[in-house]
């Protein structure tokens, strides 16, 4: 099964309030968000954001130019279901992030919770820090978070990459500059916990 069709059967196959990684409100990604630019104009992509609640929180709180980029049509679909009317003011994009076309030096903040730590790959991840450096405007804002270095091995049946600060850091090189990174606990629907870990970067 390739990764396309691995995604659209999860999102087909489980509720939205399900998943491992969900959660009403991603309050960390929201402070991080909002120390990184308070103007509601600011361009602000979410990978891997199909079925999350962070673009009804932006559109909320009146961000005007919300991108949502997901490989999974369903997941999409879920969320346009979900805001309504709102849909119209997101861009949406369904494509592995790898292989996405997306607009150059746009992007005034790019924000991924629980993406980055599937590409196992070194070339998967070579092209996904290539896409940031392409889409995202010089001094914009770059917000990654992986599962920390005590968090899951698998997720959703796959493995997945375990990053400390100075490791996810490091995958993305001198362009970035590292800001802050800080460590929480997901507490997931069925109980569990889960070690996630933030960086807060600037593209230099």
């Known amino acids: ?30 402070k991080l968000i ?12 979410d990978i891997g954001g199909g079925e999350s609640t962070l673009v009804d929180d932006l ?3 009146g961000y005007q130019d919300i991108s949502v980029l997901d490989i999974s049509q369903k997941a999409i679909d879920v969320a346009k279901e979900r805001i309504g009317k709102a849909t119209d003011k997101v ?5 592995d992030i790898t292989h996405a076309t997306l607009p150059q030096n746009y992007f005034d903040v790019w924000h991924d ?9 070194e070339s998967q991840r070579v092209k996904y820090v290539e896409q940031v450096k392409r889409s995202v405007k010089h001094g914009g804002y770059v917000i990654m978070s992986t599962f920390g270095p005590e968090g ?8 997945v990459v375990r990053y400390d600060t100075e490791n996810l850091h490091g995958q993305f090189g ?6 802050d990174s800080s460590t929480e606990i997901h507490k997931t629907p069925v109980g ?7 960086c807060f970067c600037r593209m230099q």
């Open 34 to 45: 909002h120390q990184a630019s308070a103007n509601k104009s600011s361009a602000i992509i």
């Open 1 to 30: 099964m390739d990764n396309k069709a691995h995604w659209e059967q999860v999102y087909g196959s489980k509720a939205p309030d399900a998943v491992s990684w969900y959660a009403p409100h991603l309050e960390t990604s929201l």
């Open 113 to 121: 919770r629980a993406v980055f730590h599937f590409l196992t790959e």
């Open 152 to 159: 899951p091995e698998k997720c959703s049946g796959l493995d």
């Open 91 to 95: 861009h949406w994009y369904c494509a």
């Open 59 to 61: 559109i909320s709180e």
């Open 174 to 179: 001198r362009n970035f500059k590292l800001i």
């Open 192 to 198: 569990t916990t889960q070690q996630f870990l933030y």
